[in-house]
């Protein structure tokens, strides 16, 4: 992120907005040939913002039920044991561990756990701002379903997944 797009947050608490914050992915499948595009629903979050702005943290969970590509057999596929094993695994959360600035960007590293698998991640925060009630975060990073566990259905199913988060949240 840019210093052009940022408005740091005041101090404190936020709960995310499940209802209005989005976890959007895209992978390829097929080889590689076809773009797959879905979904995630965020069960809960919250930001803590701090003094420095460097020592905020993160920390959300999604649900491994409600990933949705579109295609119903895929989906439920998806959700089986053979990848996200959601039934036994019904959280997918992220927690940050360091939130740093260079010259022209924020990054929010952490790790997220799916399928019971711990792996690091790292955002790079393209957007955020705020208005006297909340504030609002578009964040982007490639997860590595590997990382996770998640190894069936190598070739036809693409490693990684690019991760688009929009993220809406209130004071507290």
Do not use: C
Request: charged share 20%; hydrophobic share 40%; proline share 5%.
């Amino acid at each position: 992120m840019t210093n052009a797009t940022v408005q740091p947050p005041a101090v404190g608490t936020y709960l995310i907005d499940p209802s209005t914050s989005t976890i959007r992915f895209t992978t390829r499948h097929m080889f590689g040939a076809q773009a797959v595009k879905g979904t995630f629903d965020l069960r809960s979050g919250e930001i803590l913002v701090a003094d420095p702005l460097t020592a905020s943290q993160v920390a959300a969970s999604a649900s491994a039920d409600s990933f949705a590509t579109g295609n119903p057999k895929r989906d439920k596929h998806v959700k089986s044991a053979d990848f996200l094993q959601a039934e036994a695994h019904p959280e997918i959360s992220f927690r940050s561990s360091e939130l740093i600035r260079d010259d022209a960007s924020w990054r929010l590293r952490g790790t997220i756990t799916a399928r019971g698998n711990t792996a690091p991640i790292e955002l790079t925060i393209i957007e955020a701002t705020t208005d006297p009630t909340g504030l609002a975060l578009r964040a982007t990073g490639k997860v590595d379903r590997y990382a996770h566990g998640i190894t069936k259905g190598k070739g036809m199913a693409a490693r990684y997944l690019t991760l688009d988060i929009s993220a809406h949240a209130n004071r507290v």
